[in-house]
């Protein structure tokens, strides 16, 4: 088979005017950035407001090194629905230069279910996230510029400064640095961090806002840090709102691609999901649910990670409803992996080790039916995938009496993505929808921690040092208890520890820190070694990219 430049370089992409087209979208509505990608002004919505469309979330079993093709499958149920007459778009994140140039390398699917112009969409795209380092770094230096004119015993102590500065970059050296050292004419010395763009709250405030008057809000109710007398000190206090939002006029519209075979997909802000909310823009996902019959939107990682954050903190803002329908991830390599197989000998048949791995796959589905949406495993058929191992994995599902199709869009595009998408629409049509979030607001926020731990991890405690409880508790003090939380832990494992793999039991989630993200609308809770700026591994994917003579991005997975 092709690898993915060459399959994407058969393809005749289409005039972005003709993908807007399809949706109803009228030229003057287009901001476009060269032939074949365009911003969308709001209008675009105002002018063909209509009833809004099913929503289809994707999520995953828990991810391993092999990967599980979940953006693959968004756009190949996406194709599909669309092959069946349907009038479907996606709606999916924009890929971080970290794991574009680190481990993962590109982040538009594969085979045949890709996104395009892949090379502009996986490097800079239409400058959104270079727009929120921006916006992020500049208040970070308004921040030093305070401290340096109003000295360590201002409104700010230089002491308690919760504000970071963020790249769109993996690289450990940034974890912790010193600034400021040199003399007084370079501001005041203190200890601070760096954290990639995607972890940055100014994303996750971009990606929950419903309109630009709701994003300048949340940007001034950004927590800065603490003054001498230990009272919060918010980013509108420094009248930094107006010029970050400033910076984001243009990354707060939607971006509009293809697919290869020419579904329209919204493509718009990257928070990750291990250490943020992990989907896409509200904003982006409500304008193609009032375009479009269906809207396939992905979630990061699996349902412990990307999908709990999905239904308790974004379907909590209101501004999009509860998914219709979600589809579940998995993959045979997946199931041997977490049933103790090496990741070199995943592509040899070994029916132990799936029905062994499968315990992983079974929280998933426990952890969905919690939510009480309706749900379709899709298994993702690779090319050495065998016929016993796809049957037993099919009988294993139907013990657990769940809807389950194959997916071949890898391999085969649409056409390989039919089966799934009758599962997913019988789904709708005829499965019991009940959803509820999965604690109350009014819970205390060590309460919240305890319920996700234990009823969607399967944990059976929380431990914490006492200066952590503490924090919670001054949180809560301060009037922010009643936010969600956003749990950073590793995608590897339901645990806090990466190494253990299938079906964790009996464990204690280690919550190592915790902060407040006031201006997004959520408590993060870090627990085990999560990194907030990850490191390039020993050999990135940056060593594969190149360019050629002619102009031609080469080495892009």
């Known amino acids: 088979m092709l690898n993915d430049n060459e399959i994407a370089k058969k393809v005749d992409i289409r005039p972005i005017e003709e993908i807007a087209e399809k949706l109803g979208i009228e030229d003057e509505s ?14 675009a919505v105002s002018k063909g407001l209509r009833k809004k469309g099913k929503l289809i979330m994707v999520t995953a079993m828990s991810p391993t090194p092999a990967g599980e093709g979940k953006t693959t499958t968004s756009i190949g149920l996406a194709d599909a629905l669309n092959r069946l007459g349907k009038k ?6 924009e890929p971080s230069l970290g794991p574009v140039f680190g481990m993962k390398g590109g982040a538009t699917g594969g ?39 109003d000295g360590a015993c201002g409104e700010l102590d230089c002491r308690r400064i919760s504000w970071k500065r963020v790249m769109d970059m993996d690289d450990r050296v940034l974890r912790e640095v010193v600034v400021g050292i040199g003399g007084p004419l370079r501001g005041i010395a203190r200890e601070t961090e760096f954290d990639i763009t995607a972890a940055s709250e100014v994303m996750a405030i971009l990606c929950l806002s419903e309109n630009l008057t709701d994003l300048k809000e949340r940007l001034g109710n ?42 329209p997909v919204f493509i718009h802000g990257g928070p990750f999901a291990n250490i943020a909310h992990g ?32 239904f308790n903190i974004v379907v909590r803002t209101g501004h999009i409803p509860p998914p219709d329908a979600c589809v579940l991830v998995a993959t045979l390599k997946a199931l041997k992996y977490h049933g103790g197989v090496k990741l070199k000998k995943v592509n040899e048949e070994n029916i132990g080790a799936i029905e062994k791995g499968f315990e992983n796959l079974q929280k998933h589905i426990e952890n969905l039916r919690a939510f009480g949406i309706p749900f379709v495993i899709a298994l993702n058929i690779f090319p050495d995938d065998t016929g016993a191992e796809i049957e037993k994995v099919k009988e294993l599902c139907d013990s657990e009496n769940v809807r389950v199709a194959p997916s071949y869009v890898f391999l085969k595009g649409s056409e390989g993505g039919i089966e799934l998408a009758h599962e997913v629409l019988k789904a709708i049509d005829e499965d019991e929808s009940n959803f509820q979030f999965l604690y109350p607001l009014e819970l205390p926020l060590l309460d919240k921690i305890e319920v996700v731990a234990k009823r969607i991890y399967g944990a059976s405690s929380v431990a914490m040092e006492g200066k952590i409880r503490r924090k919670i508790l001054r949180i809560e003090k301060e009037g922010f ?32 820190d915790v902060s407040l993200s006031s201006g997004a609308g959520f408590v993060v809770v870090f627990c085990g070694d999560i990194m907030t700026m990850p490191g390039l591994p020993k050999h990135p994917a940056a060593e594969k990219i190149d360019i050629t003579d002619q102009g031609e991005i080469v080495g892009l997975s």
């Open 30 to 43: 287009l901001e476009k950035y060269g032939k074949y990608k365009a911003k969308i002004s709001p209008d």
């Open 88 to 93: 479907a778009a996606a709606a999916l994140r």
């Open 111 to 149: 085979g045949l279910a890709q996104v395009m112009p892949r090379d502009e969409i996986n490097l800079h795209f239409t400058g959104d996230i270079h727009a929120v380092t921006a916006a992020h770094n500049l208040l970070a230096a308004m921040v030093d510029n305070r401290l340096h004119f």
């Open 222 to 263: 950004i927590l800065i840090g603490y003054s001498p007398e230990k009272n919060p000190v918010f980013a509108r206090e420094i009248k930094a709102e107006g010029s970050m939002a400033a910076l984001l006029k243009e990354a707060v519209k939607p971006n509009l691609v293809q697919t290869l075979e020419g579904t």
């Open 279 to 310: 989907t896409s823009s509200v904003i982006a996902t409500r304008m193609a649910l009032h375009l479009a019959d269906f809207v396939v939107t992905e979630t990061g990682f699996a349902s412990d990670l990307g999908a709990e954050k999905f």
């Open 481 to 512: 208890g009643n936010l969600p939380v956003c749990i950073a832990k590793t995608q590897y494992s339901l645990s806090g520890d990466d190494e253990a793999l299938g079906r964790p039991r009996d464990f204690t989630l280690i919550v190592t």
